[in-house]
């Protein structure tokens, strides 16, 4: 769509949402991660009984346990800003077409054309509410035209209709 914009100057448009999106990315991630921890820990204590119980390896173990869930940690935090980032691109447009059409709504103005920068989603609902406003734009043209020859039409009877009482 349009160009006019394609520098992001905002990256939390709608906190709300951003962070709820981050949230929901997150939340996954995290289950995901525990299941997978899970996993290793029950597979090693049972494939390996014998060298789970030596005090070494065990602390091998544990170690490698703390340091898997820190880097688990840090990729969720990771994940949570990509997360928030990437939903720009979809808070962005809800926001930019939300204010657009109450703008619109408000000054009764439909030549107005939705535009949204070049990597956000949403194109399609934009060229939707395009199409539309010029659908309406074309019927209310045309019903004001018919407004106008209907108001000329009454005033030329009313016209003859007079003569016609003198």
């Known amino acids: 769509m349009g160009n006019e914009q394609s520098v992001r100057k905002k990256i939390l448009i709608n906190k709300k949402f951003q962070f709820r999106y981050a949230a929901m990315i997150v939340s996954a991630l995290f289950v995901m991660l525990v299941l997978v921890e899970w996993d290793i820990f029950y597979t090693m204590k049972t494939i390996l009984p014998k ?5 070494e390896i065990r602390q091998d173990l544990t170690a ?6 820190v880097k688990s940690l840090v990729f969720m935090v990771f994940v949570a800003f990509i997360s928030v980032y990437f939903s720009h691109r979809i808070a962005g447009p809800i926001y930019r077409l ?3 059409l109450l703008t619109m709504i408000n000054d009764g103005d439909l030549t107005k054309q939705f535009r949204l920068r070049e990597k956000d989603e949403l194109k399609e609902l934009a060229e939707a509410l395009n199409t539309m406003t010029a659908n309406l734009r074309t019927k209310l043209l045309s019903d004001e035209q018919f407004r ?9 009877i009313l016209k003859v209709l007079r003569e016609k009482e003198t």
């Open 51 to 55: 060298v789970f119980f030596m005090e």
């Open 148 to 156: 106008e020859e209907t108001q000329t039409k009454i005033s030329e």
């Open 98 to 100: 939300t204010k657009d």
């Open 64 to 69: 490698f346990h703390l340091l898997l869930a």
